[in-house]
């Protein structure tokens, strides 16, 4: 049972914070894993502020913008690379003036560059506001409330310096994000890390931060939730079964199972000619995968529709496509 327990930790060992050498049992073993780097080597530890309760003003915004300092990486060995930001409390429109339900819509944007400086050349989409959790209300009921979540936006891994650090910024191009009462929420976790490698810049306006004083507030004791990720060559595949959709005059219902390695995020997809696609339903987190649309919020003409996850090694899987036919269906439809 010891010997057991010695090899479950040196496995466990192979997804930590830091960035291995080839010799590590990231390498030794035959489940290839993804490796990060973020201000603290438990990510776990990332629970304060975006999950609820306290928020202590820790918004992604177009006046708000948090920079870190990570160190040198070697990523020569990897296949791809990501920098990425845990975040949550997406909030809705007008609220507490009305119940209007809309996600107050925003981009959120993250750059990475081994200057504490950055332009449009190292800036890169993150994600878009209605794919985020949903913040509680007291008094009401929300489709898509859920715990803050990785997003992930890949890089060339170029972009990653083994002689320099890292810089990582996040920020959102939308004037509505300038409080906490508006804007997502970044991760936070406690650390006695003395070193000052956090910083907040107040002064841009939904650009990335640049320019002299940049580095404009030290935060210390506590970090935010920046993070690479480094991908090594895989070849895990992701699969949806079961894929299916019941109609009605009313509305579509779909359902269906996603398989592969830590799953992190599935949706739904449409298009006219199947070669085009566009994204049509938020960012669902865990199984049991469902779905409903009013027949009114997609197109009255025939389209195709189709399910799509990723998984923690960023592979993605699509189901087969199914047609959504032009009248409403008395029956369901799937494969």
Do not use: H
Not at 32 to 47: H, I, Q
Not at 143 to 155: P, V
Not at 203 to 211: D, L, V
């Amino acid at each position: 049972m010891k010997i057991l327990f010695s090899l479950l930790l040196l496995l466990s060992g192979a997804a930590g914070a830091q960035v291995p050498d080839e010799k590590s049992p990231a390498y030794a073993s035959k489940s290839p894993v993804p490796s990060y780097c973020a201000l603290t080597k438990d990510l776990g530890r990332f629970y304060m502020y975006a999950n609820g309760g306290f928020n202590a003003d820790w918004y992604v915004g177009y006046n708000n913008a948090w920079i870190i300092r990570l160190p040198p990486l070697a990523s020569g060995v990897y296949a791809r690379a990501y920098i990425g930001a845990k975040i949550g409390r997406a909030k809705i429109m007008s609220w507490p003036l009305s119940w209007d339900k809309t996600v107050i819509p925003g981009k959120i944007y993250l750059a990475i560059s081994q200057e504490p400086g950055f332009s449009s050349d190292n800036m890169y989409f993150l994600v878009d506001s209605s794919d985020l959790p949903l913040e509680p209300l007291p008094n009401d009921s929300l489709d898509g409330i859920d715990s803050a979540q990785w997003f992930w936006t890949e890089i060339p891994l170029s972009k990653i310096s083994a002689e320099k650090p890292n810089y990582l910024a996040a920020w959102s191009s939308s004037r509505y994000f300038i409080s906490g009462s508006s804007a997502p929420i970044i991760a936070a976790a406690p650390s006695d890390d003395k070193e000052e490698n956090v910083w907040l810049n107040r002064a841009i306006k939904g650009n990335p931060p640049s320019g002299e004083g940049v580095l404009e507030t030290p935060i210390s004791g506590i970090k935010p939730a920046l993070a690479i990720k480094l991908v090594p060559r895989n070849d895990y595949k992701v699969i949806i079964k079961g894929f299916q959709a019941e109609l009605d005059a009313d509305r579509i219902l779909v359902s269906f199972s996603a398989i592969g390695e830590d799953l992190r995020a599935v949706w739904l997809e449409l298009s006219y000619d199947k070669f085009d696609w566009q994204k049509v339903s938020r960012l669902m987190f865990r199984a049991p995968y469902f779905f409903s649309f009013g027949r009114e919020e997609l197109s009255k003409d025939m389209f195709y529709l189709r399910a799509a996850a990723v998984d923690g090694l960023e592979n993605s899987g699509y189901s087969k496509e199914i047609i959504i036919p032009a009248a409403p269906a008395s029956e369901g439809a799937g494969q």
